[in-house]
């Protein structure tokens, strides 16, 4: 299958190049950023070894929508989408956290719940609640933002402030910034007949001022149920149809793989990846009401380099 799991760009100004789980991260002359987001699809920490058709596609397209729905409660960094598959934006120091607000008891926290957690980055969780089950009210629980390859792990609003990751006067607004980006983002998603059940967001600061980065609201940082599901599904302990890739966990979990060592990854067959990329295609289409034109994928690289370089050309 044709999909972009690695890039190597030389593009004017190119300082250095970042590559994350899914997104490849050019430096521009320490001033802006190309955001190549690949097709590359991870679970628990590791890269699955084949690509899913169309994923950086959409995850492009949802994040820059999201992020011009959202620029008038903060500012971002996004400059352009050259490329159905790029984002090219200012560069900014990012806060070595991130903030993961969640609306419902479900995904992990909900399988730290069950093991008898009650307490998820010092945020107390009540007992007697069930899986999937809604929040009085939406609860902030960030977690560090570790180094490629380990895990990010909870933390406290506290620890953060006393360890200096961030300021006191800076994380209370990432905390104001957190809240209105969900509910924004929630009221989207109700009127498309979602639930944005939970979500992270990253925040960097440029020139002393603060900046949404990175992606938002897409089926990688976030969940979704339907609404019109889940109220039936909810009463009669039935798992929720989420559009997220909590199914491509639940996927291997039940294949033997939850990213510990020595297990191995499950054959992804080509009907899998298929479906895969058909639920990434389906969130596109009912979070923005719109039909998803695939781009032609007979060489994206090519057609990447040309519409960034252009692009590149114009910024000063």
Not at 6 to 12: D, I, V, Y
Not at 27 to 47: C, G, K, P, Q, Y
Not at 255 to 278: A, C, H, L, R, W
Request: hydrophobic residues 30%; glycine residues 6%.
């Amino acid at each position: 299958m044709n999909t972009v799991t690695k890039t190597n760009f030389n593009f004017k100004g190119r300082k250095s190049l970042y590559e994350g789980k899914v997104r490849d991260v050019y430096n521009i002359n320490d001033e802006h950023l190309v955001m190549v987001v690949t097709d590359r699809i991870s679970a628990f920490d590791v890269v699955l070894p084949k690509g899913i058709p169309f994923k950086g596609q959409v995850l492009n397209q949802i994040a820059a929508k999201f992020l011009d729905a959202t620029e008038d409660i903060v500012q971002n960094w996004k400059i352009s989408t050259p490329d159905p598959s790029v984002t090219i934006g200012v560069r900014c120091e990012p806060f070595p956290v991130e903030m993961i607000i969640r609306g419902y008891l479900t995904g992990s926290s909900w399988r730290s719940y069950k093991k008898g957690a009650r307490e998820i980055s010092g945020v107390s969780i009540p007992e007697g609640m069930k899986e999937h089950q809604k929040f009085t009210e939406p609860i902030i629980t960030p977690t560090t933002k570790a180094e490629q390859g380990k895990h990010d792990e909870d933390i406290s609003k506290e620890e953060i402030i006393k360890q200096g990751l961030v300021s006191k006067e800076d994380y209370c607004l990432l905390e104001k910034y957190t809240s209105e980006l969900f509910r924004r983002g929630t009221k989207i998603a109700n009127e498309k007949g979602l639930i944005l059940v939970d979500t992270k967001y990253e925040f960097g600061k440029k020139d002393g001022e603060i900046f949404l980065i990175d992606e938002i609201h897409t089926p990688d940082s976030s969940r979704y149920f339907y609404a019109d599901e889940y109220k039936i599904r909810f009463e009669n302990k039935k798992q929720q149809k989420q559009l997220s890739k909590e199914f491509v966990r639940q996927w291997l979990v039940e294949n033997n793989f939850n990213g510990e060592k020595g297990q191995k990854i499950p054959d992804m067959t080509d009907e899998f990846i298929k479906k895969v990329s058909d639920r990434y295609i389906e969130l596109y289409e009912k979070i923005t009401g719109e039909k998803f034109i695939k781009v032609d994928i007979n060489d994206s690289n090519k057609r990447i380099e040309k519409n960034v370089t252009e692009e590149l050309n114009k910024l000063k």
